[in-house]
């Protein structure tokens, strides 16, 4: 009979996934400064009113040709405002809007190796309506159809409505919460091991829709995503959570770097 060698492999333990974390982390912020992109700059200015200790990411980061040389958006403390900048506004089709004004989120490790995001969600006008119906087949509530079409949260074990947000004693694994007004989702999950380790999908999708050939009725596609990781630790040490944002975006890049509208 002929012998076959058996190799066990195991998953290294929670501390020591998050240790390997944060030396990455430590690793990206050396490369770029709080709140920031590699390049430096918080994005381009002409749409950014929020208060100085916010940390704003307009897509910036994406204004690559190649998604693998993109650098991420990497905050630390406090809020990130995720939002379009104005060129980028401005490149959506034509007679077309998206549903999202703005995103802010909000980052928690616990000891565990869970993390909870927060993410509180300014729409546009009739944004919100476009979201509760939900896509071309759309759930059993306004919540769940919030979860799907801005978090592509349909392979999630859980979602459930809420009337608030809940607290840390409330939570649970592998669910995400959403509150009856729409205006706030709580995702809970482990938490992301490398920036590339995406906690969470988070989709502008448009409110009207741009003629595409491609799109059947009841489509609801999304002009840009901010792909969000959530690490324990941060630029100070071992406590709090770190932000982790890498973008893609449907407007076309010009050669000099400018965004133009998309060509569906």
């Given at each position: 009979?002929?012998?076959?060698?058996?190799?066990?492999?195991?998953?290294?333990?929670?501390?020591a996934?998050a240790?390997?974390?944060?030396?990455?982390?430590?690793?990206?912020?050396?490369?770029?400064?709080?709140?920031?992109?590699?390049?430096?700059?918080?994005?381009?200015?002409?749409?950014?009113?929020?208060?100085?200790?916010?940390?704003v990411?307009?897509?910036?980061?994406?204004?690559?040709?190649?998604?693998?040389?993109?650098?991420?958006?990497v905050s630390?403390?406090?809020?990130?405002?995720?939002?379009l900048?104005g060129?980028?506004?401005?490149?959506?089709?034509?007679?077309?809007?998206?549903?999202?004004?703005?995103l802010?989120l909000?980052?928690t490790?616990?000891?565990?190796?869970?993390?909870?995001?927060?993410?509180e969600?300014?729409?546009?006008?009739?944004?919100?309506?476009?979201v509760?119906?939900?896509?071309?087949s759309?759930?059993?509530?306004?919540?769940?159809?919030?979860?799907?079409?801005?978090?592509?949260?349909?392979?999630?074990?859980?979602?459930?409505?809420?009337?608030?947000?809940?607290?840390?004693?409330e939570?649970?694994?592998?669910?995400?919460?959403?509150?009856?007004?729409?205006?706030?989702?709580?995702?809970?999950?482990?938490?992301s091991?490398?920036?590339?380790?995406?906690?969470?999908?988070?989709?502008?999708?448009?409110?009207?829709?741009?003629?595409?050939?491609?799109?059947?009725?009841?489509?609801?596609?999304?002009?840009a995503?901010?792909?969000?990781?959530?690490?324990?630790?941060?630029?100070?040490?071992?406590?709090?959570?770190?932000?982790?944002?890498?973008g893609?975006?449907?407007?076309?890049?010009?050669a000099?770097?400018?965004?133009?509208?998309?060509?569906?």
């Amino acid at each position: 009979m002929k012998s076959t060698d058996r190799t066990t492999t195991t998953s290294p333990p929670k501390s020591a996934r998050a240790v390997a974390a944060l030396a990455g982390l430590a690793l990206l912020l050396s490369g770029c400064g709080e709140g920031e992109t590699a390049s430096g700059a918080n994005g381009s200015g002409d749409r950014v009113e929020q208060a100085a200790d916010q940390n704003v990411c307009q897509f910036d980061q994406a204004r690559v040709d190649d998604s693998d040389d993109q650098q991420p958006f990497v905050s630390s403390e406090g809020e990130v405002v995720v939002q379009l900048s104005g060129e980028l506004a401005a490149a959506i089709p034509e007679d077309s809007a998206v549903a999202i004004d703005e995103l802010v989120l909000t980052a928690t490790a616990f000891s565990t190796g869970i993390c909870r995001l927060e993410v509180e969600i300014v729409y546009t006008d009739g944004g919100m309506e476009v979201v509760a119906a939900g896509a071309v087949s759309p759930r059993d509530s306004a919540e769940e159809n919030a979860a799907v079409v801005l978090l592509n949260a349909g392979t999630r074990a859980d979602i459930e409505a809420v009337a608030e947000v809940p607290s840390d004693d409330e939570v649970e694994k592998d669910v995400t919460y959403v509150t009856n007004d729409l205006s706030h989702i709580t995702v809970v999950d482990e938490c992301s091991d490398a920036a590339d380790d995406d906690f969470a999908s988070l989709k502008f999708p448009y409110s009207v829709q741009p003629e595409r050939p491609d799109a059947m009725e009841g489509d609801i596609h999304e002009f840009a995503t901010a792909e969000v990781a959530v690490i324990p630790g941060s630029q100070g040490g071992s406590d709090g959570a770190s932000i982790i944002i890498t973008g893609d975006t449907d407007a076309e890049l010009t050669a000099t770097g400018q965004w133009a509208p998309p060509e569906y």
